[in-house]
T-cell receptor
Framework: DTAVSQTPKYLVTQMGNDKSIKCEQNLGHDTMYWYKQDSKKFLKIMFS???????INETVPNRFSPKSPDKAHLNLHINSLELGDSAVYFC???????????????FGQGTRLTVV | DAKTTQPTSMDCAEGRAANLPCNHSTISGNEYVYWYRQIHSQGPQYIIHGLKNNETNEMASLIITEDRKSSTLILPHATLRDTAVYYCIVRVNYGQNFVFGPGTRLSVLP
């Protein structure tokens, strides 16, 4: 069983299109994240949700809209795709433990988005 | 979250111990040290974490200095499959994400 799964694994689309990436975790975690890894290989946080509520929203264009229908899912919808959105997007989850802080995060295998 | 400094790259001979250093001189008392690795654009993989004491698991050992300003990740018997980028991260708890720096690219050589 895959702990954090993302779909699709690869996504090629034209500029201006709208696309979604789905993420599901079966670990029972209460916190989920979206990270972006660009061509320079830096991993940057985009969003973080705890119990379906947005807690981190970094400087991301509002064309990016996360949706968390329940604690096990955090989907990423992107409107009006641009060339610069090409990157690998990683979903992750973790569990907040009282007194111990947030435990380790588990990452999905990534979605490679190519905008042409 | 405190900033970390790691060497850009390191080589290690297969079968030998790989010792990856990390400096975190501005770490605060409630920040943990986490290590992750990323193998060839796969999702980052958790390795180990600690607060003050040295830690060991089936993957690696984490040695944290007494003043907590630096740490070393030890892979006791490196294999070719350990070739990856290794990230040292310091972080507090709830509400804080994992901030990844550029990491150390470890190449395990046959």
């Amino acid at each position: 069983d895959t702990a954090v799964s993302q779909t699709p694994k690869y996504l090629v689309t034209q500029m201006g299109n709208d696309k979604s990436i789905k993420c599901e975790q079966n670990l029972g975690h209460d916190t989920m994240y979206w990270y972006k890894q660009d061509s320079k290989k830096f991993l940057k946080i985009m969003f973080s949700y705890n119990n379906k509520e947005l807690i981190i929203n970094e400087t991301v264009p509002n064309r990016f809209s996360p949706k968390s229908p329940d604690k096990a899912h955090l989907n990423l919808h992107i409107n009006s795709l641009e060339l610069g959105d090409s990157a690998v997007y990683f979903c992750a989850s973790s569990q907040f433990s009282q007194g111990a802080g947030v435990t380790e995060a588990f990452f999905g295998q990534g979605t490679r988005l190519t905008v042409v | 979250d405190a900033k970390t400094t790691q060497p850009t790259s390191m080589d290690c001979a297969e079968g030998r111990a790989a010792n990856l250093p990390c400096n975190h001189s501005t770490i605060s008392g409630n920040e943990y040290v986490y290590w992750y690795r990323q193998i060839h654009s796969q999702g980052p993989q958790y390795i180990i974490h600690g607060l003050k004491n040295n830690e060991t698991n089936e993957m690696a050992s984490l040695i944290i200095t007494e003043d907590r300003k630096s740490s070393t990740l030890i892979l006791p018997h490196a294999t070719l499959r350990d070739t990856a980028v290794y990230y040292c991260i310091v972080r507090v708890n709830y509400g804080q994400n994992f901030v990844f720096g550029p990491g150390t690219r470890l190449s395990v050589l046959p």
